[in-house]
C-alpha cells in the first residue's frame, strides 16, 4: 500500500471545507467510473461539520444521490433516533436533506431494533447485510471511501487500543465495555476498514496531536496506524492537531 499524504489546512472550520469539496469530487469519480459510490460514514464533531459543509457546497447537486450507497463504520449501540448515534447525527446534518434512495442507505442496528440490546446480534446482522452487497460472493461491498474521525487515543471507529476489537479478524464485531461511552457499540474492523480503495483519516484541534503524531510515526500499534486504504490513504488535519506530524510528510 502506498504511503500516507498528509494534507493539513489552517483551521477546523477550513478542514470541514476541504473535506467536503474532496467528497463531493471523490463521489462524482466513482460513480463516473462505475455508476455508483459506496461511502463508509463516521461520526464526531468534525464529521458532523463536514456533513454540513457538503450540504453548504454548490456542488452538492453535481451528485447524482440517488446512486450513493451509504455505510457506516461504527455505531454507537442506542436506540433509533437517540441523538448520541452516528446514524443520527449524518442525518440531521446531511442526509435527510438530499434525494438519497432509501434502500441504499444502510445503518447499523439499533439497541430497540430485530436483534433487541444483544450488540453481536446486531453485528451479524449488519455483516450479513454487508455480504447481501458484496460483489461475487465476498463478504463487503466495494468501498470506494472509509471515512475516519482519529480519537486522543488513537482509536478509529470503535476500534479501540489494547481493546478486543482490534484484534477482530470478521468485518464487524461487537463492543463491549467500550473506553469511551455509551458502552456498548458495534464496528467495522480493521481487516474490513482496510478493503476500502481510499481512506481518510480526519482529526482537528490540539487534543488530537499526541495520536496522530504517533499513528504517522509508526510503529502500527494504534488503530489509526493501522488502517490503510487500497489505492490512497489521507490525513486530513487542521494546523491544531497536526503540530506533532513528521517533517517527512510533506504537507498538501
Request: aromatic share 4%.
Amino acid at each position: 500500500m502506498p504511503a500516507p499524504t498528509v494534507v493539513v489546512h489552517a483551521d477546523a472550520d477550513l478542514l470541514a471545507t476541504a473535506v467536503a469539496a474532496r467528497l463531493v469530487v471523490r463521489i462524482q469519480d466513482a460513480q463516473a467510473a462505475r455508476g455508483t459510490a459506496d461511502v463508509v460514514l463516521t461520526g464526531g464533531r468534525v464529521a458532523a461539520a463536514v456533513y454540513r459543509a457538503v450540504l453548504a457546497a454548490p456542488a452538492r447537486d453535481a451528485v447524482d444521490w440517488s446512486r450513493v450507497n451509504l455505510w457506516w463504520g461504527d455505531e454507537r449501540f442506542l436506540p433509533a433516533g437517540d441523538p448520541d448515534r452516528n446514524e443520527t447525527q449524518a442525518r440531521a446534518a446531511l442526509l435527510d436533506s438530499l434525494p438519497l434512495d432509501p434502500a441504499r442507505v444502510h445503518p447499523m442496528p439499533p439497541s430497540d431494533g430485530p436483534d433487541g440490546a444483544d450488540p453481536e446480534l446486531a453485528a451479524a446482522r449488519y455483516a450479513a447485510e454487508l455480504a447481501r452487497h458484496a460483489p461475487d460472493g465476498g463478504a463487503l461491498p466495494r468501498f470506494d471511501l472509509v471515512l475516519l474521525g482519529v480519537g486522543e487515543d488513537g482509536h478509529v471507529a470503535s476500534v479501540f487500543p489494547g481493546h478486543p476489537s482490534s484484534a477482530e479478524a470478521g468485518p464487524v464485531c461487537a463492543v463491549r465495555d467500550s473506553p469511551k461511552p455509551p458502552p456498548l457499540r458495534t464496528t467495522l474492523t480493521i481487516p474490513a476498514l482496510d478493503t476500502a480503495d481510499e481512506v481518510w483519516l480526519i482529526a482537528a484541534g490540539p487534543d488530537k496531536a499526541e495520536s496522530v503524531g504517533a499513528a504517522l510515526t509508526g510503529p502500527a500499534l494504534l488503530p489509526a496506524a493501522r488502517v490503510r486504504g487500497v489505492s490512497r490513504t489521507v490525513w486530513l488535519l487542521d494546523r491544531a492537531a497536526a503540530a506533532n506530524t513528521p517533517a517527512h510528510f510533506a504537507p498538501r
